[in-house]
């Protein structure tokens, strides 16, 4: 008898006992024995209900950031000042569109449906990054977001891809791959720039400017004020806190700036040989709060142009459907 799972007997009917489902408090023991072990958590199991909440709101959030984040470089792909500029531009948005994807799939194995989470979405009731709402002026703007918008995210998603649930971790991988190239593209368009005329440089500090004190908000409140970060630790989810996040993106973004020539708008901003870190000035969190609430300057132009990408996709998710239903009665008409 060719057989893994079940010890048969030898000589008769083997009689198959039901196994007794496990109480909650045993599965809890398990789940916590792989947490504390940082093994990974996957769908089929078991996992207390907050996890599974929890992560659903960060995954979905996280997959929102990466497709209204296509929005504001968007923008630019037709106004790019060279071929070779505008074809990355259009891969990179490309790849925040995939990384969507590989997000709501993330979220769709806890059992949440993409179409609820678009409708979350569509309708202003979910979150996503405050950084996105915030306008892109100039051809500056572009190298900006690539350095520091995409620095910022990796710092933040490296620590993810040893996230304790298995399909969020699998997907960072890539995802950090494809933002590393989105960081190194805008510091090197950067450079390029400083190495211009005055107006071109003066067009990347104005740039750096603007966007400097958003990036270090994009970190999320200060540990003292995240109410999710204890217990988002607790469970592999997180494995940095916000505060030492964007303190790792400071020390390592101001060598960055010195080699690029431009000056980070900060005048506290200066190395503490004690702490062996830099020190950096505060960070206006009542803006910030305005703009997670969805009054920023572009919180109601970037939902208004999502829905009607929406709307205006609705044909080619039809045909899609169509499609795929007839491949399956074609594929059900053989088999028959
Ligand atoms: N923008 C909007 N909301 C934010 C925020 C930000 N920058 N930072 C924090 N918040 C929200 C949180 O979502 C939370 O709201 P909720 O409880 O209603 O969901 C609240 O502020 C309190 O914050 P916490 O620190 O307690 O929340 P978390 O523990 O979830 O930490 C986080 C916030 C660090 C953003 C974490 O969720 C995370 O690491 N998420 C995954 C990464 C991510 O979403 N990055 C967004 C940028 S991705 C990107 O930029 C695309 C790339 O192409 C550039």
Redesign the pocket.
């Given at each position: 008898m060719y057989t893994q799972s079940f010890n048969v007997p030898d000589g008769g009917t083997p009689t198959l006992q039901a196994v007794p489902a496990p109480a909650d408090a045993d599965l809890q023991v398990r789940f916590d024995t792989v947490i504390d072990a940082d093994g990974k958590i996957e769908p089929r199991d078991w996992m207390p209900d907050a996890y599974r909440k929890?992560l659903v709101?960060?995954?979905s959030?996280?997959?929102?950031?990466?497709i209204v984040?296509?929005l504001p470089e968007g923008n630019w792909i037709s106004r790019a000042p060279s071929l070779k500029r505008k074809a990355i531009l259009v891969a990179k948005v490309q790849?925040?569109g995939g990384?969507g994807l590989y997000l709501y799939s993330a979220a769709e194995t806890l059992g949440t449906s993409r179409d609820q989470m678009f409708d979350a979405l569509h309708s202003g009731r979910a979150?996503?990054?405050?950084?996105?709402n915030y306008p892109t002026l100039t051809w500056a703007d572009v190298g900006v977001?690539g350095w520091l918008?995409?620095g910022?995210?990796?710092m933040?998603?490296i620590?993810?891809c040893r996230c304790s649930y298995g399909p969020y971790a699998r997907a960072m991988i890539r995802?950090c791959k494809e933002?590393s190239f989105?960081q190194r593209q805008g510091y090197e368009a950067l450079l390029t720039m400083m190495q211009g005329t005055p107006e071109q440089k003066a067009m990347v500090q104005d740039a750096v400017n603007r966007w400097w004190w958003k990036c270090l908000?994009?970190?999320?409140?200060p540990?003292a004020?995240?109410?999710?970060?204890v217990?988002?630790m607790r469970w592999g989810?997180?494995r940095i806190s916000?505060d030492d996040?964007r303190q790792k993106f400071v020390d390592a973004t101001v060598p960055q700036a010195e080699v690029l020539g431009v000056t980070l708008p900060d005048p506290d901003l200066k190395w503490n040989a004690e702490r062996g870190h830099h020190d950096f000035g505060a960070i206006d969190w009542d803006e910030?709060?305005q703009?997670?609430n969805g009054n920023g300057p572009c919180n109601q132009e970037r939902l208004a142009t999502r829905v009607k990408a929406w709307e205006n996709g609705a044909w080619v998710r039809e045909a899609a459907l169509a499609h795929a239903r007839k491949q399956q009665d074609r594929q059900h008409q053989e088999a028959a």
């Open positions: 929890t709101r960060q995954i959030q996280h997959a929102h950031s990466e984040g296509m790849d925040e990384h979150k996503y990054s405050s950084i996105f977001i918008v995409d910022a995210a990796i933040n998603q620590p993810l995802v933002e989105h908000a994009m970190f999320g409140p540990d004020d995240s109410p999710n970060s217990q988002g989810i997180k916000n996040l910030f709060w703009v997670v």
